[in-house]
């Protein structure tokens, strides 16, 4: 089966059943034998295709006057498909973008469709010049939506607090390729020796600044391949998101609960910290995601880890006053980490900002139940979005005197000034994330 065919079964996945664009990739890679070049093709058609299909469709509305709901699903994502090629992939020829397109017609779709994907991609290749974008002056969240591939809501929300520049700026950002980050497991190895040992398996690669463990990779094998990886040396783990366990700044010894723990990527970062000494209690709601905390854990020569199916809201019962430290990373609407999932923008919806603080605040008020006296509160989330960041801290806080805010930004790796930490993607070029430190007075 060549790239584009796989590509278009992927995209009608994802366009017409609801299938989440990075698992059927993942999938669809496995079950067929490709090249590199062509793995990496299909990867680029899938991802460009899902995440800018909104300015797609607006560019093939330009050449179909009948409306692309009259069309099959399948025919308007083979043409989705040579869109995103004739007019994102400048290495692409025209004839391969247009001829290829029209073999696939051929093959599921008929006669008069395969005429019709020809006469649209031929007639938008000759006419360039209809390839426009809305005024910026007259329409700034039209002309930012569709040039950078956002949903008008989302766009919208940041023009108002920020300037244009900079929201121009943060939607760039979100549709960069950051290199794979790993956390070095230093309970194993330090980062020079696994640098060393990821660079002799064949891994480009060099130390991420911010974070002690963090290493950046920006070529390498299948990750499975890695003899380091099945070792337990090291776990993929998002540069923001290690920074978190350094926040917590958990002891040798002490009685840690994660409070909405999976994949686990932060409870293993704290049992590194804690040299593998203490109780880590890791919590999710499924049994099937704690399963892959437990499988880590052991991949990492973690034994301190337990792991537990409970709400998040309802800890008390069996954890009050018990831990020295609690982490809440929280359920949040994930603007801040949009860059990792082409399809997660179009998902997300502004009314997720009404719902979510709620929940938010009430997994904080479960947790900050289960503290010892002077124990320390870790809130964060993988977002950007006020409501949810430091609206969330400062309801808790008013309700609850008895927890003060530490200057959070003191306890990072590379401390900066703050009371509350917000990554920006534009600003900080990593992931949108935001920490607060608080702790329970004697």
């Not at 070095?184 to 974070?211: F, S, Y």
């Not at 463990?213 to 391949?225: D, M």
């Not at 430290?325 to 603007?335: H, Q």
């Not at 320390?376 to 005197?401: M, R, W």
Request: hydrophobic residues 45%.
């Amino acid at each position: 089966m060549k790239a584009r065919e796989i590509a278009l079964h992927i995209v009608n996945e994802v366009e017409n059943n609801g299938a989440y664009a990075n698992i059927v990739l993942a999938k669809s890679l496995t079950a067929h034998q490709l090249s590199d070049q062509d793995r990496r093709f299909v990867t680029e058609l899938v991802y460009g295709t899902v995440r800018s299909k909104e300015t797609i469709d607006y560019f093939l509305k330009k050449f179909i006057s009948r409306g692309l709901a009259s069309l099959s699903p399948v025919i308007l994502n083979i043409l989705r498909l040579g869109v995103y090629q004739l007019v994102f992939l400048t290495k692409v020829p025209v004839s391969a973008a247009c001829n290829q397109s029209v073999e696939l017609a051929k093959k599921y779709g008929h006669a008069g469709t395969v005429k019709f994907v020809n006469g649209v991609l031929r007639n938008m290749a000759r006419h360039e010049e209809k390839l426009t974008y809305p005024d910026k002056q007259q329409d700034p969240v039209r002309y930012l939506s569709l040039v950078y591939f956002h949903p008008a809501w989302m766009v919208e929300r940041w023009l108002k607090r920020f300037s244009f520049d900079e929201t121009e700026a943060l939607c760039q950002a979100n549709n960069e390729i950051l290199p794979l980050s790993l956390r070095t497991n230093t309970l194993k190895i330090d980062r020079i020796a696994l640098l060393e040992r990821l660079r002799a398996e064949g891994v480009i690669c060099e130390a991420a600044p911010l974070v002690p463990e963090g290493i950046l990779c920006s070529k390498h094998p299948s990750l499975g391949s890695l003899a380091s990886l099945k070792e337990g040396l090291f776990q993929v783990q998002d540069l923001s998101s290690m920074l978190v366990a350094h926040v917590l700044d958990p002891k040798p010894g002490e009685y840690i609960i994660d409070a909405c723990s999976a994949p686990g990527g932060k409870s293993t970062h704290m049992a590194a910290l804690m040299k593998n000494r203490g109780r880590i209690l890791a919590i999710d709601l499924y049994e099937h995601k704690l399963a892959l905390i437990k499988q880590n854990a052991q991949r990492l020569g973690m034994d301190m880890i337990e792991t537990r199916a409970l709400d998040a809201t309802d800890l008390v019962a069996a954890h009050v006053g018990q831990a020295d430290r609690v982490l809440v990373d929280a359920p949040c609407s994930g603007l801040g980490i949009l860059r990792h999932k082409a399809d997660a923008r179009w998902r997300k919806s502004e009314a997720l900002l009404m719902e979510l603080p709620p929940l938010q605040i009430a997994i904080l008020e479960s947790a900050a139940k289960c503290l010892k006296g002077n124990g320390i509160l870790v809130y964060s989330t993988c977002t950007i979005e006020p409501e949810e960041n430091g609206d969330v801290v400062q309801k808790f806080l008013a309700a609850h005197p008895e927890f003060v805010l530490e200057e959070t930004g003191r306890y990072l790796p590379c401390p900066v000034p703050g009371f509350f930490v917000q990554y920006l993607p534009h600003k900080d070029h990593q992931d949108g994330f935001f920490i607060a430190r608080m702790r329970l007075k004697a």
